[in-house]
Each structure stands twice: as structure tokens, then as C-alpha cells.
């Protein structure tokens, strides 16, 4: 009979996390959640490594402060944080929209 002396690791997903808020007091709010959890890469986008218990806690504080008529946050999965595997989107509040239009820079 063998024993393990240390628990198993746990697996780890690397987030794209971004959000759009309609209000400046839960953006900072909001923002602050992320920077607890990721590195800051672009205005409301977050890198976030995260194992499936910090994802729930920090997808619970989201649920918290946004207003899901009229907030949105997006985690999309890189995969594991070793590689990088198919992106699935999923959404908080609004649905996920993809936008088919091209996009024209002046």
C-alpha cells in the first residue's frame, strides 16, 4: 500500500479575462479583482493562471460586483498554463457576442 505525502498538484488554465462595465465605481472594483488574480495586459484585460478553486473565487467577488444587465466579463481559456489548447469563451452577465464585421482604422 503506498501513501502520498503531498497532494496531488493541481491543474492550472491560463485566462484571458476582460470586461466591459458601465459604471466607473464597479470598473475600479472589478479592476481590483483582477489585479488580485492576473498580470494587468490591457485596459479591462487580465492574464489570470489560475486552478479551478481560484477561478470559483474569483468568478464569485466578479459575481458580486457587477450588474448583469448591464456589465460584462469574458474568461477565455488558453488552456493549460504549460500549453495553449482550443480558446472557449464564456461569459459573465451580457452574452458573448462575436463581432463578424471588419473592423476600419481612420
Given at each position: 500500500m503506498s501513501?502520498?505525502?503531498a497532494a496531488a498538484p493541481t491543474s492550472r488554465l491560463t485566462f484571458l479575462v476582460c470586461y466591459d462595465i458601465a459604471n466607473d465605481k464597479r470598473l475600479r472594483r472589478v479592476f481590483k479583482v483582477?489585479?488580485?488574480f492576473g498580470t494587468h495586459l490591457q485596459y479591462s484585460?487580465?492574464?489570470?493562471?489560475?486552478?479551478?478553486r481560484e477561478r470559483t473565487k474569483m468568478e464569485r467577488e466578479l459575481r458580486?460586483?457587477?450588474?448583469h444587465d448591464e456589465d460584462q466579463v469574458l474568461f477565455v481559456s488558453l488552456g493549460p498554463s504549460e500549453g495553449r489548447g482550443d480558446r472557449v469563451?464564456?461569459?459573465?452577465?451580457?452574452?458573448?457576442?462575436?463581432f463578424d464585421a471588419p473592423c476600419y482604422v481612420v
Amino acid at each position: 500500500m503506498s501513501s502520498r505525502s503531498a497532494a496531488a498538484p493541481t491543474s492550472r488554465l491560463t485566462f484571458l479575462v476582460c470586461y466591459d462595465i458601465a459604471n466607473d465605481k464597479r470598473l475600479r472594483r472589478v479592476f481590483k479583482v483582477c489585479k488580485n488574480f492576473g498580470t494587468h495586459l490591457q485596459y479591462s484585460v487580465f492574464e489570470c493562471e489560475l486552478n479551478p478553486r481560484e477561478r470559483t473565487k474569483m468568478e464569485r467577488e466578479l459575481r458580486e460586483l457587477i450588474k448583469h444587465d448591464e456589465d460584462q466579463v469574458l474568461f477565455v481559456s488558453l488552456g493549460p498554463s504549460e500549453g495553449r489548447g482550443d480558446r472557449v469563451i464564456a461569459s459573465l452577465g451580457l452574452p458573448y457576442a462575436r463581432f463578424d464585421a471588419p473592423c476600419y482604422v481612420v
